[in-house]
């Protein structure tokens, strides 16, 4: 059975770190794109980060340049997103998503697998 699992979201004040992961069973990784993707109440989902498998190319959204890193351990089959200096605008369900190939892309409709999704709030 396919799966990703998220963990690592909570609450945290302005400025603090998270660090998500996705942890996948049922597949392997190592030749699948993976994404870090959030949506907010009412928002539409957006990407967020993404990693191709072949390169380990990095993609980021401008609005996370700088504070936030992608990277996976290909041993643990995991998927990480560092999270820093974090501001309450980042206050979302963040999700983990593998596309079944290997280049990546900030588009979430190009992604076959998903995980159920980890809260991140950021509030004083």
């Excluded at 998270?18 to 539409?44: H, Y």
């Amino acid at each position: 059975q396919v799966q990703l699992v998220e963990s690592g979201g909570d609450l945290v004040q302005p400025g603090g770190s998270l660090r998500l992961s996705c942890v996948a069973s049922g597949f392997t990784l190592d030749n699948n794109a993976i994404g870090w993707f959030r949506q907010a109440p009412g928002m539409v989902r957006e990407g967020v980060s993404s990693m191709s498998s072949e390169d380990y190319h990095t993609y980021y959204a401008d609005f996370v340049k700088g504070r936030f890193t992608i990277s996976r351990d290909k041993a643990k089959n995991t998927v990480y997103l560092q999270m820093n200096s974090l501001k309450p605008e980042d206050t979302a369900i963040y999700y983990c998503a593998a596309r079944g190939r290997p280049w990546a892309t900030m588009n979430p409709d190009d992604y076959d697998y998903w995980g159920q999704g980890t809260q991140v709030t950021v509030s004083s």
